[in-house]
């Protein structure tokens, strides 16, 4: 079971990807089959930076505000464009849905996000993860004292499902989740995917996504876009070949549900998401 306390869970049981940047995989039975990959992002780790989808060219405010792209081709744009991105995972969601889950057509993403201080999409009252270029990190509402100039980054989800360090109430929906949490101090970001809709890992509320994210260390925590968006994935030096990209969960991007043990034995399937978050790091 997880751990029952912000004090539990012990980090140097997790794998590390790059400085400052650990991963944690597990597998859980109760209460239900479940499998969670969590990375615990330093933000104060010197030379890390944070990345995510700029607007697109022919940017219009609530219409056509991103080009949709799997977590993978993301990660792979940003490293051509001279931002080594080696981790990246889906933010927000999107309009319009559906439409053909892999294919990178234009959207508006439905919360606050900037990029590299330029605004992708205005406030909407939803809870956004903000990193200022001085490095401050906040999950709260924007307002309009927001300068998008002095934002590194700023992405938003759902709902907070932990707010203040106490678990936030919800349904009994099982879906795949991906959550943000913040540490109290601000310095440590984490990044929780789980699996879902599949026989080997059902999916969780969003009260369960929250204490999760509570055992792992973060104080307040976002419910972003889940389903078959979520998505975590890597940049993984040791692969074979040149494209190195390789998706670290098992999304089921194409809406598909995978509840017997033989269906369960497909593949995953990426889905172009409205907006995406990247780790990078440059030389100080």
Request: hydrophobic share 35%.
């Amino acid at each position: 079971s997880p751990a029952t306390d912000a004090t539990a869970f012990d980090w140097a049981q997790a794998r590390p990807l790059a400085p400052g940047v650990l991963l944690y995989q597990d597998v859980l039975e109760m209460p239900r089959r479940n499998h969670r990959h969590v990375v615990r992002i330093d933000l104060k780790q010197p030379g890390l930076h944070l990345t995510t989808t700029a607007r697109t060219t022919d940017w219009k405010k609530d219409e056509s505000e991103t080009k949709r792209q799997t977590v993978r081709n993301f990660l792979r744009t940003e490293r051509q464009n001279n931002r080594p991105v080696i981790l990246a995972f889906n933010a927000d969601a999107f309009t319009p849905w559906p439409v053909p889950f892999d294919q990178e057509t234009i959207s508006n993403v439905q919360g606050f996000a900037v990029c590299r201080g330029q605004l992708v999409s205005p406030p909407t009252g939803s809870p956004s993860f903000i990193l200022k270029k001085n490095r401050e990190a906040s999950i709260r509402v924007a307002d309009k004292d927001d300068n998008p100039e002095d934002i590194e980054v700023a992405v938003s989800g759902f709902a907070l499902c932990l707010k203040d360090g106490k678990v936030q109430p919800s349904g009994e929906d099982l879906h795949p989740r991906t959550g943000l949490g913040l540490s109290e101090n601000g310095r440590f970001l984490f990044v929780m995917i789980v699996d879902g809709r599949r026989y080997s890992s059902l999916g969780v509320t969003t009260a369960e996504l929250g204490q999760w994210l509570l055992d792992m260390g973060a104080h307040n925590g976002i419910n972003m876009d889940g389903g078959g968006s979520s998505t975590l994935a890597w940049w993984n030096p040791d692969a074979a070949g040149d494209d190195k990209a390789e998706v670290l969960n098992r999304p089921v991007g194409n809406g598909a549900k995978l509840l017997t043990p033989e269906s369960d034995q497909a593949s995953y399937s990426e889905r172009a998401n409205g907006n995406n978050v990247g780790i990078w790091f440059q030389s100080p």
